[in-house]
């Protein structure tokens, strides 16, 4: 469905300013989080099933990995077009702070290679006892169209599921992105009605006013 490729090219180009990107500028979600260790990680990446011989899915190397991680999802996140006609990449986010801080955190940020480049992530954690939530989610735009998307997504749900206790899988969403949160719905996730506050310091480039929800599914 023409609607189904379009909100799948946004899933791939996320609204800037998530709560699950703040991880690296001190997310108002975070307070709330109680993260703990993700587990089988290794295992579950080794016997992941992937669609050809090409692909590779490991944890990410901070040593190594943070200025690729830097760039992809600096050129695949950008910001709602209500926000005064501009489209502002997380270059915001992730150069005026320090991702090496996001390493530091408890969970897992995946990456998916093809050749040896890589062409997606996904960071997930765990937010209390019984939910993981994921993102930042990106995809290279040059690799979109591939279902490297797709992978990763149903990826989050596989570790999210071997998690012990873990009964949901959740993301924020910024109100504003409909086609989005449409896509996501149409995948099995939920609104809870749980909401959380725009930065102050970045409404005054909104043309309307938004609030990030926090959509859920259960595994």
């Known amino acids: 469905m023409q609607q189904d490729r379009i909100a799948q090219s946004n899933l791939q180009s996320t609204t800037l300013y998530t709560p699950a990107l703040n991880m690296f500028i001190n997310s108002p979600s975070q307070e709330k989080h109680n993260c703990t260790p993700l587990s089988k ?3 579950l990446l080794a016997a992941y099933p992937l669609p050809s011989a090409d692909l590779r899915l490991r944890q990410a190397d901070p040593a190594q990995d943070i200025p690729v991680l830097t760039e992809l999802v600096n050129s ?3 910001v709602e077009t209500g926000t005064e006609g501009e489209r502002f990449k997380s270059v915001l986010r992730w150069v005026d702070r320090d991702p090496e801080d996001h390493f530091d955190k408890e969970g897992a940020t995946i990456v998916l290679e093809k050749e040896g480049r890589i062409v997606g992530m996904v960071f997930l954690e ?3 006892p019984e939910r993981c939530l994921f ?3 990106a995809v290279d735009p040059s690799a979109q169209g591939k279902g490297y998307g797709q992978l990763l997504l149903a990826l989050a749900e596989e570790v999210a599921r ?3 206790g873990v009964k949901t899988l959740g993301l924020h969403v910024a ?3 409909g ?3 449409n896509y996501y719905k149409r995948r099995g996730f939920e609104d809870t009605g749980e909401e959380t506050d725009f930065p102050e310091e970045h409404k005054w480039r909104t043309t309307k006013p938004v609030k990030f929800v926090v959509l859920e599914k259960k595994l």
């Open 162 to 164: 071997a998690e012990p």
């Open 41 to 43: 990680i290794e295992d």
């Open 126 to 128: 765990r937010d209390g």
């Open 135 to 137: 993102g930042p989610f």
């Open 175 to 177: 109100n504003v992105r």
């Open 179 to 181: 086609s989005l949160i």
């Open 76 to 78: 695949a996140y950008s």
